[in-house]
């Protein structure tokens, strides 16, 4: 029985390691037997989304900042059905992410279409810290094991 | 993580190319860009983002603000993507729609002049 295979990484939450962000949960995904190419730029883009999303909100949240920019925890979890990417921030930083009505046509309502979109679920959870945001890719009937 | 981005001038219109990742580090660049064309008096922009190897939703907001800002002087803006990833990104936010969307510089040249 194959077991989950989890890296973690931690960014200051600035727009300057967005990019480190993606790079890294990319390069995770590339190593994982048969998720397509297509899909792991999926995945890019909704990790760029959420990390985006929660940069933003800290920003308005300077309490939390305290000596410098707080940190986003990110965790890949590779389980033999799913690849989850959990991303935990402080506070209420995803709220743009997952507003309680839908927003007018502007880059959270592109932001938020997108994150539909490309993952087969999303769900925002509460921590002890702050909150997360868990991204989950089923594996595909044709991915290999 | 840099962004290029060269303007040229083809047959009246400000050709904007965009090569790299476009996100919250590097769109800053891009929307003072496009905000300069539209200053500088261009109202025939055309986006190139035949290079451009990543764009997500704060892209899609500097594209969606230059529009806006070069139709409220008369002008318009369009783009050129053939990129399968663009075009998907493009087309679940809906703005395959709004957008005029081009195959090659040449041929949104050749439509401009009509």
């Keep these: 029985m194959p077991t989950d295979r989890i890296v973690e990484l931690e960014i200051p939450a600035r727009p300057e390691f967005v990019g480190v962000a993606r790079m890294a ?101 509460s921590t002890p810290g702050g909150t997360e945001l868990c991204l989950v890719l089923h594996r595909d009937a044709g991915d290999a094991p | 993580m840099d962004l290029g981005l060269d303007v040229k001038e083809r047959s009246g219109w400000a050709v904007l190319s965009v090569q790299g990742e476009v996100d919250v580090y590097t769109a800053p660049q891009f929307r003072e860009q496009l905000i300069q064309l539209v200053d500088q008096g261009q109202r025939s922009i055309l986006v190139d983002l035949e290079g451009v190897e990543f764009l997500d939703s704060t892209g899609l907001g500097v594209l969606v603000g230059g529009l806006k800002r070069v139709r409220s002087h008369d002008g318009d803006l369009a783009l050129v993507c053939t990129q399968r990833r663009i075009l ?27």
Excluded: W
């Design chain 1, 25 to 125: 949960v990319g390069a995770l995904a590339g190593i994982r037997p048969g998720l397509a190419y297509e899909r792991i730029d999926d995945l890019r883009i909704v990790v760029s989304e959420a990390c985006t999303s929660a940069i933003e909100m800290l920003a308005h949240q300077p309490s939390l900042a305290g000596n410098g920019p707080p940190n986003l925890r990110l965790r890949c979890i590779d389980g033999p059905k799913t690849l989850e990417i959990r991303i935990e921030a402080p506070g209420s930083a995803f709220d743009s992410a997952f507003p309680a009505s839908d927003p007018e046509p502007d880059v959270d309502s592109f932001r938020i279409s997108l994150i539909r979109a490309l993952v087969d679920d999303a769900e925002l959870r």
């Design chain 2, 88 to 114: 998907k990104v493009l087309e679940i936010t809906g703005l395959t729609k709004v957008f005029t969307i081009h195959e090659s510089v040449d041929a949104a040249v050749g439509d401009g002049q009509g």
